[in-house]
DNA sequence: TGTACATCAGTGAACGCGCGTTCACTGATGTAC
DNA sequence: TGTACATCAGTGAACGCGCGTTCACTGATGTAC
């Protein structure tokens, strides 16, 4: 029922006419599915939309959902971008609480990036309600999580991975449901949502180093 | 180009065959958008798998997006019934942390039931994907912080609805990404997104409290 | 620098299929007297 | 209790359309000598 469709993409763009084709396509695609969702978006379409043939898709894509993926695969890495850089900022603090502290920091570019790509969210969205590619999202996530617990474990002597990974699985994914309400939710506004989120996760942390500390 | 569409259900079911064959349509059409996607259900897929032909279905329905549109509905009362039956339980106890005490209740409740009703995520998922679907969820979640924010506000007097109502719907939010996390992420078990989410969420309310009692 | 050839980029035309939806109809159940 | 009629439930057959995808092709760019 569910048979294997290759999400990859089929031939990379060499020229520089075929980066722009290429391109256009995953912005194009973006547009389709904030205006029409991901069960009326088609190659057909996309093509037409784009000022291309629909043969010119399909020798980069092998199919649908492979334009989907990479879509999603570009959004990731962007996100993940963000990531890197709020790690990279607070390296040099060794203090524990470095990274709860400047936290906010992470929240607001993840929250304007989002913002200023229109589209992002969709994709997100799309993502997750397409079987085939729930685990887009999910693994970059978990590579999210990773990053973060390589940064602390070894700065908390005594802490587990074990113990830590969920915890700050669960605060990605908190964080992020927090960014889709700042663009979902006119009724809440966008500062409002860093802010408290923000203290919300600082909360949550400070109460387990203080546990830690005890130790 | 995003033209209106009847969204409502166009004949209730009368006799009881006729109750049967809808609640089949919505029960198939569960299914499949887990199995499937919404991207690839379709109103003859349905039919078939329903055992009814397709014209039966469109005696109920106006359209696609009214079926997927009474899965929604048929979820968020399922959900609401939950915190319904939330805040009553805690309705005689007048000190101001009771709910947050509490708390742990409805997000167990939340996340055994939609785990006992598989495709309930599908449905959220399916819904917050498809543009013209997308109120439900926002309205369900609304919906949800007034019935908390009326019982709160008036037992928290100086405290502002204006204040209070963003907090709680940044709740609602982060408890429902809470209850998706434990069944899309298999790699964090379900006790310890219930425990730590509930540490959060208190965590959070309890010191909102602390200050409002400084004032 | 010119040219021959290889590779890359994009097109024209077509395919079979499942989609959403409708119409005029038959058969089943409920109700008034 | 029987029967006539109204309403409800479900069907057969069909529609035009856009879908995803493919093939054999032409035109544009890069490269080796």
Redesign the pocket.
Known sequence: MDEA?DLAVK????????????ERILDVATRLLSEIGVE?????????EA???????????????AVLMALGDRLMTRQNEIVVEWLARNEDDERPEALIEDFHFLLDRSIDATRAEPGALTIMLALRAVPRLQEVRLGSHRQITDAIADRIVPRLPGATRAELWPRIRLSVELGYAAVEMALEEPLVDAATVKRETANQIQAYWRGWLAEYLKR
Chains 1, 2 share one sequence.
């Open positions: 469709v031939r990379a763009p060499r020229q520089k006419r075929a980066v722009e084709t290429y009326r978006i088609s190659t057909n379409l996309i093509a037409a000022g291309i043939k629909v043969p010119t898709l399909y020798r980069y894509f092998p199919n649908k959902y």
